[in-house]
């Protein structure tokens, strides 16, 4: 049985360090007061089935906590106290150190904690590290010096979750929806010189992957293109190489068709290598973040403008797919499944049904979702629906990132926007806490909820603020050069702050659990479903009534916890202890996702959510866990059209693994080994993480770089929906 300690590092548990600790804690109290040698060694043993009971790593925090229940459960007051003093002395001691010694521990790559905190990030090398220490000096001094202590006090127990702290400290904000057409069409700066519009396809690509770095550097979440953006410079390509050809031909008898099928070869062949650039470039490109940067590339045929772009885009989207289909090489030159970029292909009424015009490009899709577990779908039909801009217009766009929506927005010329958009930041609330506090009291619970979201509301405008006066110059390409806006050197962003330009996040996460603990069903149960409508409404509320307060765009945001899932499980059993089908796993439940152990199948499943989509305006996905696919394309096709008619946003989680050490391309298991979750493969017994290549969608995003013990815990849970 492993344990965690305070610097991060795993450590294996030793009953004879409480014993010890105990012994001195009695042998300081008075002599008629001390505890017997069975007591003390009775504790030690309560104390490790206690541990045993979690069923993951245990950190020493919540061991001291045990030792002083247990103290209390023999009426050892008088140790008890002096036990407490001794712990309250030592944690003065650690204040001075505990940064240096986090950032010690992770240099050495001990930190387990922080290691799998990203699974997209690789630990063990210098960039990521460098990242890290930075982001451990920024949580230092937002929780020191930028936070109220009441907010880092929520923040610490797992009441609230302040996101992305590893960057509060500067002015930074969270995702963008890149506005790529402007910065193609009317050129950039990137790095100080100027690019101008590109003269051709594969420039354009070139360019864009650039800009996808710089924007990366500049902001700590998402973002998202659109390949909309890219398609006119096919034609651009096309008039190019029509002159080349007519050059090369010049003065021979040539029919006309024939040029033309030459003209189309050699463009499909530049739209493969423009489309490979971007694959390519974006999977190997380190950012200042030290990781690939998180893109997302839209596709979506009835964003053009006319005819002849439909069919350009057309094109790039089917060479984008076939090339995710293929993969990407490992250093063994193994064909393997990337994380990015994540791809949205939107479903629509010329792709969805047999026989429409590009249904062709859904079956390519839904052949590489099979797969590679990419793309992900969104359905116009439902986003129309559901998008609506104040002049009663619908609205089909990307999300910024995996899930972060913007809200519908109209221009001072009455026009939609979505381009050039951001989040400011998230603050989440965890529900499960609130429910609990309650004592399933519903009166009580609706108390403390509004509590805790006056407390997310002050810790959101904390993040608001600190934005505030920020000026162009901090991050040129963002501010200044097209990405989100053209402002001025030296202008402040204040003005894209307000007035629902840009959004600000209110997250949940557990709503399974709150409602499962409030009134003993599942919140899928009719009875319990109309109490996790109502907490849902609530969110929505108090967002509205803080946007007309304040003309800043609150939004009720669906969290993709990855890390904080096992933070918030381990606060709550440590607050509340172990409470059958509540606190005892290693994680809580995503948003409003119906739990992962809960038996339900696809079409129930996504029906069901496709509510509580519509109550998180600021961003939600659902997915169905599915088995290998590739040879029941029927069935996918089946839950596209599904997914079309019922839901706006969804993807399909599948496997996509592969053992370098014996060349074993299935499913990488998850087994249990003393205490801790490994992944090994089921033919050569491999748990060497560096040669294993395990691919699993856990918060939108595809992960490659493993978790930690909750989020495994919460793989190995999952049932299949179809």
Known sequence: MKIIKRNGAEAVFDRRKIKAAVQKASDAAREEVRLSDSQITLIALNVEALCRQMNRAVGVEEIQDMVEDQLMDQKAFDVARGYITYRYVQSLKRQSNTTDERILTLIECNNEDIKQENSNKNPTVNSVQRDYMAGEVSKDLTERLLLPPDIVQAHKE????FHDADYFAQHMHNCDLVDLD???????????TLIEKPHSFSTACNIATQIIAQVASSQYGGQSISLTHLAPFVDVSRKKLTAEVEEEMKGLDIPEERKKEIVERRLRAEVNRGVQTIQYQVVTLMTTNGQAPFITVFMYLNETKNEREKEDLALIIEETIRQRYQGV???AGVWITPAFPKLIYVLEEDNVRPGTRFYYLTELAAKCTARRMVPDYISEKKMLELKVDKNGNGNCYPC?????????????NGRPKYYGRFNQGVVTI???DAALSSGGDMDAFWKIFEERLELCHRALRVRHERLLGTKSDAAPILWQYGALARLKPGETIDKLLYGGYSTISLGYAGLYECVKYMTGRSHTDEEAKPFALAVMQKLNDKCKEWKAAENIDYSPYGTPLESTTYKFARCLQRRFGIIPGITDRGYITNSYHVHVAEEI???TKLKFESEFQQLSPGGAISYVEVPNMQDNLEAIMSLLQFIYDN?????????SDYCSCCGYDGEIRIVEDDGKLVWECPKCGNRD??????ARRTCGYIGTQFWNQGRTQEIRDRVLHL
């Not at 910024?400 to 001072?412: A, H, K, N, Q, W």
């Not at 993480?689 to 395990?694: E, G, K, P, T, W």
């Open 158 to 161: 797992g009441i609230i979750h």
């Open 182 to 192: 402007d910065m193609l069409q009317n050129g950039t700066v990137i790095s100080g």
């Open 329 to 331: 090489k490992n250093e």
């Open 400 to 412: 910024m990132g995996c899930r972060s929506f913007l809200t519908p927005y109209v221009d001072e």
């Open 430 to 432: 965890n529900l499960v």
């Open 601 to 603: 199948d696809a079409f």
């Open 647 to 655: 839901i706006m946003y969804a993807e399909l989680n599948t496997k």
């Open 689 to 694: 993480q560096r040669m294993l290549h395990v």
